[in-house]
């Protein structure tokens, strides 16, 4: 089975500074996907970005990128130029090329601070 | 603007009542989720449909029942809830890919449902 961890509850960030979401996950699976979703305070899940672990290139969208490391199972999120509206709580998810459903983690609480 | 929406947005229901939830995706899209989240804690998987027909059921009580009329539609039908069933109840869509994987996961906005 498997299993996805953020270590870090909560955390805050100034607005305009840059910040990291810490993920980690367990699996035997070679290939899999791996997401940031956030969820605002209006409780809408908001997919942030993807990753194909068979891609060694990591993920960006905007101010958002990945650092991915595959071998250390690890998968975090950089925010770049935070925005109060980065606000909101983060899970991090994982699924298996041909699974059917997403192994959530337990969500990191982000504040950006003006 | 999401492409899933979801009515009502609140339900407040007595643990006698009977009552839907309703789901409606419009990215054609052959798989569509329920999931049950608490305050504070992750979405938790209820079921999951794979072209219209029931593949995941994540065990969950008799009293919710979810229906699936077509692919763009998903109901999840309450009944004899219990207070502790409060929660959000979000519902998602994503495309199904070659051998039946499935990709990321497009979510509405949820349901805010109080028992009393």
């Known amino acids: 089975a498997q299993t996805v961890t953020q270590s870090q509850p909560e955390m805050s960030v100034q607005e305009a500074e840059t910040v990291t979401l810490s993920c980690t996950y367990d699996t035997s699976e070679s290939n899999y996907y791996l997401f940031w979703y956030k969820q605002p305070p209006s409780r809408q899940m908001i997919l942030v970005i993807r990753?194909?672990?068979?891609?060694?290139q990591n993920a960006t969208e905007n101010r958002f990128s990945v650092n991915f490391q595959k071998a250390a199972k690890s998968f975090s999120l950089k925010i770049s130029d935070s925005q109060l509206g980065d606000t909101a709580m983060y899970f991090c998810a994982f699924m298996r090329i041909y699974g059917q459903n997403f192994v959530f983690g337990p969500g990191t609480r982000l504040s950006v601070l003006p | 603007d999401t492409e899933v929406t979801q009515t009502p947005k609140h339900l407040v229901m007595g643990m006698t009542n009977k009552k839907s939830l309703k789901c409606e995706q419009h990215?054609?899209?052959?798989?569509m989720y329920w999931y049950k989240q608490k305050a504070k804690k992750p979405p938790e998987l209820m079921f999951v449909y794979s072209y219209e027909k029931l593949s995941i059921n994540e065990s969950v009580p008799s009293r919710f029942s979810p229906e699936c009329p077509n692919s763009s539609l998903l109901n999840l039908h309450l009944h004899a809830l219990q207070p502790e069933d409060s929660a959000l109840y979000l519902c998602a869509s994503s495309q199904m890919g070659l051998a039946g994987g499935l990709y990321e996961q497009f979510f509405g906005p949820g349901t805010r449902l109080t028992v009393l």
């Open positions: 990753q194909e672990a068979y891609k060694q």
């Open positions: 990215m054609g899209h052959r798989a």
